[in-house]
């Protein structure tokens, strides 16, 4: 069945740096647009950002622009989501998927950014 397992997250202090990575199961992952979602407590979760088939083309929302770097490894079926600059309000459980048409979600990683 899908799978997606996150990782990477954790707590750091503001202006530090991530590394998340989703590594992807049980579908052709190099088949399909891919995309970081994040979820912060009592909001929904947002697209952060998504990466064309071969990673090429990234999109990313305005508040992380600059600041987030998507990437791809279809040979690992493997994504990233480098995240630099960080702020507090970037504090959220981080979870991968589909661009269109989601899967059932995984259990996401934990970004936690406060001093």
């Known amino acids: 069945q899908v799978q997606f397992v996150e990782s990477g997250g954790g707590l750091v202090q503001p202006g530090g740096s991530l590394r998340l990575s989703c590594a992807a199961s049980?579908?052709?992952?190099?088949?399909?647009?891919m995309g970081w979602y994040r979820q912060a407590p009592g909001k929904e979760r947002e697209l952060v950002g998504t990466?064309?088939?071969?990673?090429?083309?990234?999109n990313y929302v305005d508040s992380v622009k600059g600041r987030f770097t998507i990437s791809r490894d279809n040979a690992k079926n493997t994504m990233y989501l480098q995240m630099n600059s960080l702020k507090p309000e970037d504090t959220a459980v981080y979870y991968c998927?589909?661009?269109?048409?989601?899967?059932?979600w995984g259990q996401g990683t934990q970004v936690t950014v406060s001093s």
């Open positions: 049980g579908f052709t992952f190099g088949g399909y647009a």
């Open positions: 998927n589909r661009q269109y048409r989601t899967y059932p």
């Open positions: 990466i064309t088939i071969n990673g090429a083309g990234t």
